[in-house]
């Protein structure tokens, strides 16, 4: 689920995701009235915004995310492997019967 969960993130937070004002940023009385007007959210405001897609940033780009996703998409192994493990362990009685029916049945009769 975790690489899910990145993407989805990375989809809606797109360039917002690297383009947040630091805290800094946001205690600079020149910058501030900007910041204010272009950078809230339609029911949140800069600060709450800014805190929030800095921590979908934690999320899904600095390096721990990469480390995590790294972690979640290979931990199990090669994933080839897994896949025809998975392939052989599944019970293949009904869908063989089936294929074989189809064969033998005479397409004249």
């Known amino acids: 689920m975790a690489p899910r969960l990145q993407e989805i993130l990375r989809g809606i937070g797109a360039s917002g995701l690297i383009m947040q004002p630091s805290e800094a940023d946001l205690r600079q009385s ?3 009235p900007f910041l204010d ?3 809230r959210g339609k029911a ?3 600060v709450e915004k800014s805190r929030l897609f800095r ?3 934690d999320l899904v780009g600095d390096g721990s995310a990469v480390r995590q996703d790294l972690y ?3 931990h199990r192994g090669d994933v080839a492997r897994n896949r025809t493990n998975l392939f052989l362990t599944f ?8 294929m074989l029916d189809v064969i033998r049945t005479d397409p004249d009769a």
């Open 30 to 32: 020149a910058l501030r």
């Open 37 to 39: 007007r272009y950078m």
């Open 44 to 46: 949140v405001n800069v």
């Open 55 to 57: 921590l979908a940033w």
């Open 72 to 74: 979640e998409r290979w």
């Open 91 to 98: 019970d293949q009685t009904s869908t063989v019967e089936r």
